[in-house]
């Protein structure tokens, strides 16, 4: 069933594990992430940029997920993945979507408060959750050098401020992921978390996860990210399955055989990533 996702993350929050957001933007996308789900029985996250909906078109990308949702036995939230307005959250809102992010992570505090207030004040009149972002988070390409760090990363007082005038039902931190490929291995702030997670009562999470290795996910999770989300571990995955079947058959004609082994590969990447985050089992 479609769910809206606070109460994903507060049983996530109870059991201590993290709830995979897995952004789509085509059929394949959605069927290889419910399969997953429902293979590894946990409730999930699809999620859709911008860029996604600007693609797919907002409708498609309701009811492509609404009716995943529907004929499925586990929970799924739809969510906007760093809405940059108010009127593109309603307009998700509008259609369907169980959850939006107001991403207002470029304003000052006060502003990044005063529109994820707005967002908020609807959002809670029709039961559809809001997740907000503290903090810069920007993708591989911007090189953070170790002088920037604190000044890019999120403020654990400012978080704190951040969480008790909006009660906002999720919080994106930057502490040093970023999103695409990564050059190197990325350096995580777990001492940034920690003060962060003592001082914050919403569910925190982690953006930019496809490039983290698996041991920095499950410490993050340990000191309490409840939300990961992944998107380039699927394009490359789904990118992968095209090249492979290509490969094999260069004739091939049959688009069905070429994004066939292509959901299959994003279905086993998500599987993996979903035990990785314990949130395997779950329902
Ligand atoms: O947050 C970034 C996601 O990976 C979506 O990327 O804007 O290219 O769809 P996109
Ligand atoms: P990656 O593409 O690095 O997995 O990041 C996804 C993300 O944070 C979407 O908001
Ligand atoms: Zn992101």
Redo the contacts with the bound molecule.
């Keep these: 069933p479609l769910v809206p996702m606070a109460p994903l993350l507060a049983k996530a929050e109870e059991g201590k594990y993290a709830v995979g957001?897995f952004?789509c933007n085509n059929m394949e996308i959605v069927q290889a992430i419910i399969d997953a789900a429902e293979a590894e029985r946990a409730p999930v996250i699809i999620?859709a940029?911008q860029g996604a909906i600007k693609y797919a078109g907002i409708e498609y990308i309701v009811a492509l997920t609404k009716i995943a949702a529907e004929k499925t036995f586990v929970p799924v939230a739809l969510h906007l993945?760093?809405g940059t307005s108010f009127d593109q959250c309603m307009q998700c809102i509008r259609s369907g979507f169980s959850s939006v992010?107001i991403d207002g992570s470029k304003y000052a505090l006060e502003e990044n408060i005063a529109i994820t207030n707005r967002v908020l004040a609807v959002a809670r009149a029709v039961g559809v959750s809001v997740e907000a972002e503290l903090g810069k988070?920007g993708g591989?390409e911007d090189d953070i050098h170790v002088d920037e760090r604190d000044a890019l990363f999120t403020d654990p007082n400012d978080a704190k401020r951040f969480v008790e005038e909006t009660g906002v039902d999720a919080l994106?931190i930057a502490i040093g992921?970023?999103?695409?490929?990564?050059k190197g291995r990325p350096e995580l702030d777990f001492e940034r978390l920690k003060k962060i997670k003592s001082l914050v009562d919403a569910p925190i999470v982690?953006?930019?996860?496809?490039?983290?290795p698996e041991e920095d996910i499950r410490k993050a999770i340990e000191l309490g990210v409840r939300k990961v989300?992944?998107?380039?571990?699927?394009?490359e995955a789904f990118v992968e399955g095209v090249k492979e079947a290509i490969a094999k058959n260069p004739k091939e004609i049959d688009p069905r055989k070429l994004l066939g082994p292509a959901k299959t590969k994003m279905s086993e990447v998500i599987r993996e990533k979903i035990r990785i985050f314990g949130s395997n089992g779950k329902v």
């Excluded at 992944?230 to 394009?235: K, S, V």
Aim: aromatic share 4%; proline share 0%.
């Design positions: 957001a952004n999620q940029s993945d760093h992010m988070i591989t994106a992921t970023a999103h695409g490929q990564y982690l953006h930019g996860s496809s490039g983290v989300n992944i998107d380039t571990n699927l394009r």
